[in-house]
């Protein structure tokens, strides 16, 4: 079936890459260069399914275009290419674009751009329009832990915005809790898990692959249990490749299904992965319940986060995601950052450079170091939010959140 028309109402010196790339995706691309252009276009074919405009140079003329894309019988969603500070003004007038129509800053990558337009056309063809609740927030029930673990991914394409620290600590924390926990670190490219945890030559998943596969086919094969590494703090570790040079062979799906399997082992899986959109992470992403998405308070950042929210919508795992907010004391409200992202903060953590740093150089994790510390305290709600609390729980998380927000004076102790 022919892909729908996409028109494009955007400055000349952006549009050939915007035509491109959506050429490339299979769509239509039609430029369209003055209100009449659109008029004409929408006179004549019915299959223009998102009209691309700029929100930015000429404000009277984007507001024509809207008016012919929203005319009685008519309702072509926008996706309006803005600054990020057109977009601040915008989020504080909320609720004066249309249901279907859409943001999108400035700078931005035709690929990601593309990514935006995919989830919008797949917005429009489901019957909920993706404006409902985001997250899975219920918890799961007790009887669920006893049949099968949960399986849990962090991630945002953007590096260093605290996907390894959130992973480590998070497992921790569920371990002090009494969970049995694997962490695993499928960041085949700068993974540092069992260093920074004082673990030295770890046996990887890849190296046994490797051994099994020279061993010839009576070679015994390792399970992942016996695979796995324990740090003294009780925690067990999986790491996939000490190398990316070794991870050429590495049957992604496989690996996610062996990942998988590990729920029948270990109340907890928590899986850190490398910054890209790969095979391993995209088995890893359809295979996991839940998706925790660590954002800072910092524009790329952000930018990753709405990037991946799109793609994950694309992919099909949007309500898989789960925010989280890092440095989260560090002077952007979390309402700022969730209006940017589109998402709701499932949990905040602070910022808390000396205590990481100092636990890491003792190869620890901050919950094993400096259990009294409130970032241990912010590690910790999100374990429990993570894992399902009665509902009581809820209250303190209010009450972190309140204190981000300084609103009530913090409690001694
Ligand atoms: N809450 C925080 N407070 C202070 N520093 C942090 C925090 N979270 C992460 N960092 C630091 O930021 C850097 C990047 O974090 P890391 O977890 O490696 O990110 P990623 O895995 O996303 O690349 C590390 O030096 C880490 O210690
Ligand atoms: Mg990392």
Known sequence: ??????????????????????????????????????????????????AILDGESDFDESLEYYGLLHEPGRDIPALMIVSPRTLDRLAGAAGRAGAHDEYFTRPYSPEALRWRVEAMMIRQMAIDDGSGAVLQNGPLSAGDWSRRGTFLAVFNPKGGVGKTTIAVNLAASLVAMGRTVLLVDADTVTGHIASSLGMSSVRTLVDSL??????????????????VASHP???????????????????????????????RSFDVIVVDLHPDYDTLNRAVFSRADRILVPVTP?????????QL??????????DKLALVINRANSGVSVA?????????????????????????????????????????????????????????????????????????????G
């Open 1 to 50: 079936m022919a892909r729908p028309a996409i028109a494009i109402a955007l400055p000349e010196d952006e549009r050939q890459y915007v035509v491109d790339v959506l050429r490339e995706a299979e769509y239509e691309p039609v430029v369209v260069t003055c209100p009449d252009d659109l008029g004409a276009l929408l006179a004549s074919r019915h299959d223009v399914a998102v």
């Open 309 to 318: 929210r799109d793609v994950a919508a694309e992919l099909g795992f949007r």
């Open 298 to 306: 910092d524009v790329p950042a952000l930018r990753a986060a709405v």
């Open 210 to 227: 490797a051994e099994t596969r020279e061993g010839g086919p009576d070679a015994a094969i390792e399970t992942l249990e016996e695979l």
């Open 233 to 263: 703090s009780g925690l067990k570790v999986l790491v996939l490749s000490s190398s990316p040079l070794k991870t050429e062979n590495i049957d992604s799906a496989a690996v996610a299904e062996a990942i998988d399997r590990a729920r």
């Open 336 to 412: 700022d950052m969730e209006r940017t992202v589109g998402m709701s903060s499932f949990a905040e953590i602070r910022s808390a450079g000396l205590y990481l740093v100092r636990a890491a150089n003792q190869g620890r994790s901050v919950i094993d170091l400096f259990p009294n510390e409130k970032v241990s305290e912010d590690f910790r709600a999100l374990a429990e939010r993570v894992v399902g609390r009665p509902r009581a729980k809820e209250t303190s998380r209010a009450s972190i959140r309140s204190l981000f927000g300084r609103k009530v004076p913090a409690r001694a």
